[in-house]
């Protein structure tokens, strides 16, 4: 068996390791087009902060060690131009030599990665203006750094980006971020990046959002910006940030199926359309574990597993890719968000049914010091109550919740099973009723009909008028004190604990929609409500949830904004 | 509907707040004997020790709070002194008044908790002798450290004991913790506990396991602990921490079924031997999730779970009880120590098959800063590949990856599944091969037979002589420096990186058994052994797991430890 796997980062790597674990006899020959192999891609930012200080230890295995340890035949610095199907073989170029061979192959993986994109804008080639990818990129910002940059425009607010904000800001960099959508970190909701985009706010960061770049252009003190909004932003370094798109170039030119945003299509053994040609990793298409629609995720735990299914595939297991559900974490100064499974506004776009809830906990027992606060949402499928999405934004425990709702996903539970985790409980780590348990409650209570949720959008709906129609009654419960300090407009405030005692004072011939600071105190005002005659609803999440759409959006309950607020 | 509820803590509470949540019109009557309700039992050692500062925070809801906001009739210092199941009614008795009186039930839940086991020794009832269990405990306990204590004996090092430990150190007290068994936190496997052993001698306690106390005496200076050693020690304050008995004498003497070990027998609704009483929390009997078998599981999660159950099912819903995990974790000073599921002593002492696996990842990525080691024990179903229990013990993120696997357990899943488990990495929270993942891939590969290992148990008995059977090549491939550093006894040393070369040097009439530092070099190694034809097997977990055993027993591998490692 002569295997030759083309990259050598994450699932390249993965798959060469792997591959020689099930084979000491099979000839692996591992090709890389950069002077690296398997280097920790997502520790790049840090190193330019100063919080990694040894750019040594970014090289998670150098091609030495693989050599040595796996008797690969390790050649960096080596481009493969292009494969030859129906002979089985690549043709090669040594990039220091020039030299060009050709090397044949029994099977070939080939884990190309993705390539960052740089959209076709006047001066997008200029110096200073960079990506960051491989840790070529990252010594070449590190060198612009190292001179001295006072000013740095971010372009795109992702993962990436946001890291790099992070970063830039760490070392002194006044730092401008320029984002398309009107949100950061895409992948997420929207409303669930309000606390994200306040605290880049609180940093010193300037967001820009809703905007995107139009030309750089050279100047005296360095580059310039120019959005469509006309603003000019000076900059020392500009680094792009606006995604990836697959390297698929090797594989379109062999004749290989892409799916429609070009990544390589493969079968869950990782098999192209040719059954000798395997691909893996940020440059394939891949299913999307909850949708079942095809989609590109780039993140590394996906491509070390993918690499480690072919190698297994190539000698004769039947090992399979479940697909993948885009579960993802970032730190943003002293935030993180994370989230796994379907987001809300995916599930809309492909018209699938969902339920959400959300909920504001702490990540463990209140009455111990030192609690962070969190947002945590659930989507649910409203038929079987399948856990279909979950995203978390906050303090410590975020990426906790997170991966364990991320298994729930991966192994079909419903909120049911849910409401029953058994989660570890001492009060450094969790509560009796963890967060996980808590929102599975709110969520089982809405699908079993005990707890009636109306959203703030559908909440917004209702408040644009409609003929004949009447709008809900708005009953705020929380104290006098929380309500004067500040209150969705045209709330009445009752509290709670007056409820019992001043029913009389709510209209019959109106819905009640009740809420509270988070939710608790709105169900049991809800559970009186129903129980005394009324048709209520809870907000979901209470006037949190409610702060996480107005702070984007001031006029989240004027007419002006009827059928906008999503 | 007449519903009364006797205890207010975690289970009576919960049942309390549920049962009005589905019933305004039930009349619900909570009785307890003490005079809090709710209040925050896992927080009680952090007021002793400061971190807690205002005792108001451990009062979780008040009672006044109760009555308002749930409209019950909640009645503390109440006492329930019998059940009459005939006439359903209870005798009733105020503490304060002294008065007697009887109420009626429709439905009746009993939630009287558990009381703190005071064993028959002479001076058990001394001043300065407690336990720690309520607010009153905790009060009196704080009295006298206020007075200044030197010297303190806790008798048991399970949770409470060792969290308590952790406090009285921090207050400056020099502390002795006395342990009848042979290691600390009784629920994990011992080995697993010779981290928290050495950790709390680091930190200046007196740790003395397998004593056990035989009386304690009144001195000039306080107390003396006499322990059956012979050994006395001085102290000022003692509290026992040796274990919790269920409250089981109003149900006992009312005639309803308990269980071997004192718990209230229940179904799965949460109803007694008579179906119009429920019973809940510490007092009961609870099924153990994963071996099926009947336990008794103080946990604050599953009390406050079994109340909103027995209280649904009061109010005509399905609810149902599915079995505790003994999800737990417990901080003791720098280290986390947490489990879920079966542990291996109870897997063999229910002679149920069972395999083993150990890694010792970091909880992050290692290239990143901060990253934390922990030990991560998975036991799994053979046949399979079913997750039964998991241990883990260290640093940041060990609550995590037990959560992940507690609710992994919950849903049936198998390593296989979990060698596919897609949680969020970040340099911060994880890796791209999550220590989830690599659990999974090291018990995936036993299961497979791709990855022969033994245990270090196996090798300490296959060291033991036998007649006619050779012992097993001990082989290391660690470096030179590693071996010399420390190795164990009778290893060869040869390196991983030479061992392809050096093949020559190995007896081919031995099988061989290697290790490394945690297991992975050892994987490579056994690999390449196995591709060269030889018999061989892995150290599980590797030299760190044998310094596990051999750490709490230096003659691990000696002749006169035949039979006896485990």
Redesign the interface.
Known sequence: MKLVIVGGV?GGASAAARA??????AEIILLERGPDVSF?N??LP?YLGG??SERE??L?VTPERMK????LEVRTRTNVEAIDRQAKRVRVRDLASGREYEEFYDKLILAPGATPIRPPLPGIYLPGVFTLRNMQDMDRIKEVLDRGVRQAVVVGAG?IGL?LVENLVRRGVGTTVVELQDQVLPPFDPEMTTPVADHLAAKGVVLLLGQSAEAFEASEDGLTVRLKSGHRLPAQLVVLGVGVRPENKLAVDAGLEVGSRGGIRVNEHMQTSDADVYAVGDAVEVKD?VTGEATQVP???????QGRIAADHVFGRDSR??G??G?????VFDL?A?L?GASEKTLRRLGRPYRKVYIHPTHH?????GAQPMTLKLLIDPGSGRVLGAQAVGGAGV??R???L???I????TVF??????????????A???P??MASFVAGGLLRG?HPQVSVEALADANCPVEGVTRPFLLDVRTAEEFAAGHIPEAVNVP??EL?SRLGELPHDRTIAVYCQVGQRG??AL??LQ??GWQAANLGGGFKTYRLYAERDAGVFSAGNCGRVR
Chains 1, 2 share one sequence.
């Open positions: 994450a020689r674990r099930l084979s000491e006899e920790a997502c520790g840090y919080e990694i230890r970014l998670v040595e340890r796996y008797r993962f890291e574990f993140l590394a735990g996906p491509a070390n597993r890719y479940r993948t559900q579960t993802a974490v970032v730190r993180t994370a796994t027992a209140g009455y111990y010091p990426d906790k997170i991966d364990v991320a298994v729930a991966q192994a079909g539970m099973d849910l409401e029953e985790a058994e989660l570890a409980y001492a009060p450094q780590y969790g009796a009723k963890d996980i348990n005990d709670l604990d019992r169900y049991l559970r009186i129980q005394s």
